[in-house]
Nanobody, 112 residues
Framework: VQLVESGGGVVQPGGSLSLSCVASGFTISWTAMSWYRQAPGKERELVASISNGGGSTNYADSVKGRFTISRDNSKNTVYLQMNSLKLEDTAVYYC??????WGQGTQVTVSS
């Protein structure tokens, strides 16, 4: 059972990045999926979540209107589209499948 994130990088404020999370060893269609992030010196926080069918999504207030979570169950993949990035979005972003499966994380750095 594994989650592998990709798509992180360095971007200027106002820019965009698209993260992907590919699952292996299990089928994501059975479960809701989430993205979390952890900035240096801060606790890990929930960024966005999506129901197993994709019909329901939730976002942290800090990213509403800028980030979009989506999924393609046929590809066993979850995505996070991040637009209008801010300096405070800098963090390691993790994919999570309940109850205990975490990815290794991908670094997102927003810097001018």
């Amino acid at each position: 059972v594994q989650l592998v994130e990709s798509g992180g990088g360095v971007v200027q404020p106002g820019g965009s990045l698209s993260l992907s999370c590919v699952a292996s060893g299990f089928t994501i269609s059975w479960t809701a999926m989430s993205w979390y992030r952890q900035a240096p010196g801060k606790e890990r926080e929930l960024v966005a979540s999506i129901s197993n069918g994709g019909g329901s999504t939730n976002y942290a207030d800090s990213v509403k209107g800028r980030f979009t979570i989506s999924r393609d169950n046929s590809k066993n993949t979850v995505y996070l589209q991040m637009n209008s990035l801010k300096l405070e979005d800098t963090a390691v972003y993790y994919c999570f499948a309940p109850p205990i499966t975490w990815g290794q994380g991908t670094q997102v750095t927003v810097s001018s």
